[in-house]
Each structure stands twice: as C-alpha cells, then as structure tokens.
C-alpha cells in the first residue's frame, strides 16, 4: 500500500509544480503590458507643481530605475531591464499611492472638522432641551403651587359678606372725553 501512495504523491508534487510555473507569467504580466509605458505615465502625472515636493523622493528612485533600464537594454540584458521597469513602476506607484493618501488624509480632516462641529451643535442642542424641559417642570410645579391658593382666595372671597354699596365696573368709570374722537 505505501507503494501506491508513493506515485500519488509525486504526480500530485508534479502536478502543483507545474501549475506554479504555469501560473507564473500571468503574475508577472498584473502590472500592465508595458511596465515602463505604465511607470512613464505615472511619472508624468507625478510631475505637477503641487505634488513634486511630497513625492520627490519616490520620483527620483523610479527615474533612476528607469535610466538604468535604459541602460541594461542598451547592453543587451533584457531580462534586468524588464526587472528595472518593474522596479520604477513600483516606485511610480509609490509615489502615486503617496499623493492619495495625503488626499485623502486632507478629506479625512475636513470630515473630522465636521464631525467636531456636529457633535458641539449636537451638545448645545441637547442642553437647550434639558433646560427648557427643566423650566417646564417649575413652571408645571409653580402652577400646582399656584392653584390652592387661588382657589383660597376665590373661596375667602366668596365666603365674605356681599358689601352694601353697588360696585360699578371700571369701563362706567372712565371718562367720556377719551372715547370722543375728534375730527
């Protein structure tokens, strides 16, 4: 039975063997056809005013990388100078990838700035709630307060001997010379 394994195991070691190898070029063609067309593009756009100061290290790595191709293809060796162009795309993405990243952290302060200013109207909000829910309750307990001793008053009031003397209404006492309009 161990006999039987034996092959298994090994056509299956040949099998993954060569998948691998099979499975390799296609990993070296994920950067693009052109690695160095793709690297001279990304420099290219690298190089306006605004970004040459944050990138310009990366930039520099990837123009080296570059000349050095130039250089190896010049001297026939074409294997390195593939490996050269790969180099400076990787440096050129770099520095492309560095030029998102400060983007997006500028984005990520605006939105922080936003969420700050939110959250201090969100706070001062909920304290004008609190406070009018607040004035509520004493004005709902001075309103209890207030009651009873209405209600004692209009008691003792009624409660009082009717005075002997008519009271006329305050309108009867006005005078009639504030209600003549003249013309």
């Known amino acids: 039975m161990k006999r039987a394994r034996l092959p298994a195991a090994f056509a299956l ?15 070296a063609c994920a950067a693009g056809p052109d690695p160095a067309a793709e690297a001279q593009r990304l420099l290219a756009k690298l190089d ?32 390195h100078a593939t490996e050269l162009d790969a180099l400076a795309l990787t440096w050129a993405q770099v520095a492309d990838d560095l030029v998102r990243t400060v983007e997006s952290e500028k984005k990520l302060a605006d939105v922080q700035k936003a969420v ?7 706070v001062r909000t909920q304290a004008l709630i609190e406070q009018t829910i607040a004035r509520r309750g004493r004005a709902e307990q001075n309103l209890k307060n ?20 008519p009271q006329t209404p305050p309108a009867a006492k006005a005078s009639p010379s504030h209600s003549a309009v003249k013309k």
Do not use: H, I, Y
């Open 13 to 27: 070691a040949c099998l993954l063997t060569l998948l691998g190898a099979w499975s390799f070029p296609k990993a």
């Open 48 to 79: 306006a005013p605004e970004t040459r100061g944050l990138v310009q290290d990366p930039v520099s790595k990837a123009k080296a990388a570059q000349t050095r191709a130039q250089s190896a293809r010049g001297a026939g060796d074409l294997q």
């Open 116 to 122: 700050a200013d939110l959250e201090q109207k969100a």
């Open 146 to 165: 207030e009651t009873p001793a209405g209600n004692r008053a209009s008691k003792s009031e009624a409660s009082k001997p009717a005075s002997k003397e």
